[in-house]
């Protein structure tokens, strides 16, 4: 690309007046967001960037640092990707209605629906079901829409009315639909059946040998199922796979799903909730074996935080939920990249 064919940046003047009503509509939403919190009796919170752990899913990846102590000793540092383990400290400290506009960073997660750096709204009521999180999402969605003066969402082709009835679908009615697939099938008890999985998505997705159960499962998800979901209206995509549970607790009817749920509109994920899982024994075996296979695919790991290990025993039931908040202006507001409704867009964005 030649110099005078490359883009102005983001603040010169002509381009940040092409930016500023996004940039007014995310004001406004945000306010709006804010107050709706605040009638619903949640406290609003700040809790850390700079983590011992920045998470410990499989393709979740996080800026590194180092603090250097009084004796100058390098400490290991990682930019978050979520609040969820300081926010669960704090249930665990007793607060039982809380949500964040936090800050927070993922490597290796650019384009028009990524940001290295975004906003993601998260909240968590304590003793309540994950239900009551999918509601709280649904009535935020169409509260952006209406701060906005949004009739309806459009991206990429696809429109979703944000007013209407959502769609609820769980993850096995989704694949059989769009794929033909029994996953449940596949699922022995609560571990995934590779063979199982790889036979009966033969022709429908590249299966290398060695992708195991959960690696079938998001291809076929991003190339089959992900497209269709949002049209038209919402999408409450829910009771994930027991082997994609990740923080959620497993359902007590049914061990092969999760109280896991993901809501689209447009094709675009908007939100990923849980019931949440209190039990730590649990999830330190979930995290291990998510980083034996960070360490396979990427040759890398994340350490555990144990005082976030060690609160969750600590911890009432609780439901939460993340919403990417850049996404959902993005939506609201008409525009068709994220860049446009963020006051800063990173370098390499803008």
């Known amino acids: 690309m030649r ?26 939403i945000t306010a709006a967001c804010r ?20 998470g410990n899913e499989t393709h979740l990846h996080a800026p590194r640092t180092a603090l250097i102590d009084k004796d100058g000793e390098s400490l290991p540092r990682y930019l978050r990707t979520s609040p969820e383990f300081a926010c669960k400290k704090l249930l665990a400290a007793g607060e039982s209605r809380i949500v964040e506009f936090a800050r927070v960073f993922r490597d290796r997660e650019r384009g028009d629906s990524h940001l290295p750096e975004f906003t993601m709204l998260e909240w968590y009521r304590a003793d309540e079901p994950y239900e009551t999180v999918i509601a709280d999402c649904l009535a935020l969605i169409a509260l952006a829409a209406e701060t906005a003066q949004t009739r309806m969402f459009a991206f990429r082709g696809r429109s979703a009315d944000p007013f209407a009835r959502a769609e609820w679908l769980t993850v096995a009615e989704a694949f059989q639909r769009s794929a033909g697939i029994d996953l449940l099938a596949t699922i022995d008890a609560s571990e995934g059946n590779r063979e199982a999985l790889a036979s009966a998505a033969r022709n429908k997705v590249r299966v290398a040998d060695d992708d195991t159960w959960s690696d079938i499962f998001s291809k076929i998800l991003v190339e089959h199922v992900e497209p269709h979901l949002g049209r038209g209206r919402p999408t409450v995509l829910y009771e994930y796979p027991a082997p994609e549970s990740a923080l959620a607790r497993v359902k007590p009817s049914d061990p092969r799903v999760s109280e896991r749920f993901e809501i689209y509109a447009c094709g675009v994920e908007l939100a990923n909730g849980f019931g949440e899982l209190t039990d730590a024994a649990e999830q330190r075996r979930r995290f291990e074996l998510a980083m034996d296979d960070k360490e396979r695919l990427y040759g890398e790991r994340y350490p555990l935080d144990e005082d976030f290990l060690a609160a969750l025993q600590a911890m009432p039931q609780a439901s939460g939920v ?12 008409g525009a068709q990249r994220i860049d446009q409704v963020v006051w800063t867009p990173p370098a390499g964005n803008a």
Do not use: K, Y
Request: aromatic content about 12%; hydrophobic content about 50%.
């Open 3 to 28: 110099m005078d064919d490359r883009p102005s940046p983001w603040w010169a003047r002509g381009r940040h007046i092409d930016r500023r009503p996004f940039l007014m509509a995310r004001n406004a």
């Open 35 to 54: 107050n709706w919190f605040t009638a619903a009796e949640f406290v609003e919170v700040e809790t850390g960037v700079l983590q011992v752990s920045p």
């Open 322 to 333: 993340a919403l990417g908040f850049d996404r959902l202006v993005m939506l609201a507001s």
